[in-house]
Nanobody, 123 residues
Framework: QVQLVESGGGLVQAGGSLRLSCTAS????????MYWVRHAPGKSREWVST?????????RYGDSVKGRFTISRDNVKNMVYLDIDALRPDDTGTYYC???????????????WGQGTLVRVSS
């Protein structure tokens, strides 16, 4: 079982930026599709972004984050990142990193998850 660990969340002002990181200490993430999913208070989980295995040449974004979020991976460091720019109060939530050996239309079905990192955006 792959155990993911996210970091990088915090309290930021609207308009600011953050970099969220995701890694696994005992497993290589290189061969997995990786996903970011967020959960805002009082709302359902929302898919944010997807990156393909290997070099990560395929990247996808949810409509609400396109143009502001950038997903990337560094396979040497065994890291997956989510760079967030132009933060808005409605970006507030817990951000989860998830992974699976397959591409998933519903990343909520991912095989393994991290514990989440909290992002709070003040207006």
């Amino acid at each position: 079982q792959v155990q993911l660990v996210e970091s990088g969340g915090g309290l930021v002002q609207a308009g600011g930026s953050l970099r969220l990181s995701c890694t696994a200490s005992e497993s290589s993430l290189t061969s997995y599709w990786m996903y970011w999913v967020r959960h805002a208070p009082g709302k359902s989980r929302e898919w944010v972004s997807t990156i393909s295995p290997g070099p990560g040449s395929i990247k996808r974004y949810g409509d609400s984050v396109k143009g502001r979020f950038t997903i990337s991976r560094d396979n040497v460091k065994n890291m997956v990142y989510l760079d967030i720019d132009a933060l808005r109060p409605d970006d507030t939530g817990t951000y989860y990193c998830a992974g699976d050996s397959k591409f998933l239309n519903f990343p909520e079905d991912s095989s393994f998850w991290g514990q989440g990192t909290l992002v709070r955006v003040s207006s």
